[in-house]
């Protein structure tokens, strides 16, 4: 039981690259969830998908896309990579119903993406 | 109204101390209140929640206390262990939120052996 895995752990980009960042959770939730982490400014939610088939903005969307691929999977593109992406990617998944927070979320270990 | 504020940002607390942390908010409809922990290099995980019907919540040496009136809610670590060293966050969601959770800012602890 592997949980929730990102890949790649850790990314260097140039300016207007573009990249995707993988997600796999094998606990069959129904829920995922992609956050970023910058030093001082806590968890900030991207997107989330509340099932498999939908997905919806977070706080900070501008400039990410997302794919609900199955179940299993969510992904998260920069279509053009800027110095301000520079972050830690977290995915997440929580089971139970699509409404409702009140089952854990569980993370995966991270992607560290550097943007020059 | 969606934010959840968390003091302080660093904490340093001897081997043996009680670390505090703090936490406020304004949306009277969050019910759902969890702590995550995280440790250097690694994601966050749940280390304790509680829902406004009860005052405080205890598990371990870790006890989440909670002021509804105030809107106030705050982690105690009993017996602190260099162990416990790692960055907290508090959270805060409601039940038509669609089970996404509005993070403090996080508060980095070190316990000095």
């Known amino acids: 039981n592997a949980g929730v895995t990102q890949t790649p752990k850790f990314q260097v980009l140039k300016t207007g690259q573009s990249m995707t960042l993988q997600c796999a959770q094998d606990?069959?939730?129904?829920?995922m969830y992609w956050y970023r982490q910058d030093p001082g400014m806590g968890l900030r939610l991207i997107y989330y998908?509340?099932?498999?088939?939908?997905?919806d903005k977070g706080e900070v969307p501008n400039g990410y896309n997302v794919s609900r691929l199955n179940k299993r999977e969510f992904s998260l593109r920069l279509e053009s990579a800027a110095p301000s992406q520079t972050s830690v990617y977290f995915c997440?998944?929580?089971?139970?119903?699509?409404?409702?927070?009140?089952?854990?979320?569980?993370f995966g270990p991270g992607t560290r993406l550097t943007v020059l | 109204q969606q934010q959840v504020k968390q003091s302080p940002q660093s904490l340093i607390v001897q081997k043996g101390g009680i670390s505090i942390i703090n936490c406020a908010y304004e949306n009277t409809a969050f019910d759902y209140f969890p702590w995550y922990q995280q440790f250097p290099g690694k994601g966050p995980a749940l280390l304790i929640a509680?829902?406004?019907?009860?005052s405080e919540k205890k598990e371990g040496r870790f006890t989440i206390s909670f002021n509804k009136s105030a809107k106030q809610f705050s982690l105690h670590i009993m017996d602190s262990q260099p162990g416990d060293s790692a960055t907290y966050f508090c959270a805060a969601a409601y039940g038509g939120s669609q089970g996404n959770l509005i993070f403090g800012k996080g508060t980095k602890l070190s316990v000095k052996p």
């Open positions: 997440a998944s929580r089971g139970g119903s699509g409404t409702g927070p009140y089952n854990e979320q569980f």
């Open positions: 509680i829902r406004p019907d009860v």
């Open positions: 998908s509340a099932s498999e088939g939908t997905t």
């Open positions: 606990m069959n939730h129904n829920s």
